[in-house]
């Protein structure tokens, strides 16, 4: 038994990087450039954090390099804590069905703030929206940052 013991032991910290590096961006799949998020109604940029009583949603732009990659989007919203909140899948995509050139593409979504556990629960702080392609483990882009207030 005390074999198994230190065996755990021993095993514990060559897991713990592992997970570390699960967390930053993989290069090369190279698929999302950036993910940008607005409070609706609009506020000004004076208004951080953002008041949370205030919003009826929060719309999320993810940007993506490969235009395949549209269908495929995929953003983890992470509650402060850093605990997974929602996943959300692309909704919409650009008007535009095939660019002339090749260039960024965009992938919407919204995510509810009023009437949910966000203001009921009063789950304010740091939140993170990390962007994923279906199917990957490793995120493929960095993560976007912004905070909710009272």
Request: overall charge positive; aromatic content about 4%; hydrophobic content about 40%.
């Amino acid at each position: 038994m005390l074999t198994f013991a230190v065996a755990v032991l021993l095993a514990s910290p060559a897991a713990a990087p592992a997970a570390t590096e699960a967390a930053r961006p993989d290069p090369s799949t190279r698929g999302c450039l950036a993910v940008v998020v607005q409070p609706s109604p609009r506020m000004g940029r004076s208004q951080r954090p953002w008041p949370a009583r205030h919003l009826v949603r929060l719309d999320i732009e993810a940007r993506l390099r490969k235009a395949d990659a549209l269908s495929a989007a995929e953003r983890h919203v992470l509650a402060p804590g850093g605990h997974l909140y929602q996943k959300i899948s692309a909704t919409s995509a650009d008007a535009s069905a095939r660019p002339r050139r090749k260039r960024a593409r965009s992938a919407h979504a919204r995510l509810s703030v009023a009437g949910t556990q966000i203001t009921q629960r009063g789950l304010y702080g740091v939140w993170s929206i990390v962007p994923y392609l279906e199917g990957s483990l490793v995120p493929c882009g960095p993560a976007t940052t912004f905070r909710l207030g009272p």
